[in-house]
């Protein structure tokens, strides 16, 4: 069993930067892939960015490519999500989660954190 704990959310204004960071405790971290997910009021929750276990591979939706970031430490257990360039868009409740296996299937992902609230906003 995994715990993922999700912070460095907040309120920021359009145009101005976020990293969320994800610690993971209670399963071997770098076995693993990993993802962030977030899901705004009244929308379904969506995937945003996944990596692979040792780094190399990383997937981002649309949406956010070129302003968003994952990375991830295998060293310090943890996940990151660097956000650039935040719309108000990006307005959602952003979750960790870690996949079943080395990959980032959005289909493979199984252990969730409690989710961090970024507001973009003038």
């Known amino acids: 069993q995994v715990q993922l704990v999700e912070s460095g959310g907040g309120v920021v204004q359009p145009g101005d930067s976020l990293r969320l960071a994800c610690a993971a405790s209670?399963?071997?971290?770098?076995?693993?892939?990993m993802g962030w997910f977030r899901q705004a009021p009244g929308k379904d929750r969506e995937f945003v960015a996944g990596?692979?276990?040792?780094?190399?591979?990383?997937y981002y939706r649309h949406s956010v490519e070129g302003r968003f970031t994952i990375s991830r430490d295998n060293a310090k257990n943890t996940l990151y999500l660097q956000m650039n360039s935040l719309k108000s868009e990006d307005t959602a409740v952003y979750y960790c989660?870690?996949?079943?296996?080395?990959?980032?299937?959005?289909?493979?992902?199984?252990?969730w954190g409690q989710g961090i609230q970024v507001i973009v906003s003038s």
């Open positions: 990596i692979n276990s040792n780094g190399i591979f990383t």
């Open positions: 209670g399963r071997s971290f770098s076995d693993y892939g």
């Open positions: 989660a870690q996949s079943k296996n080395e990959w980032y299937a959005r289909s493979d992902f199984g252990s």
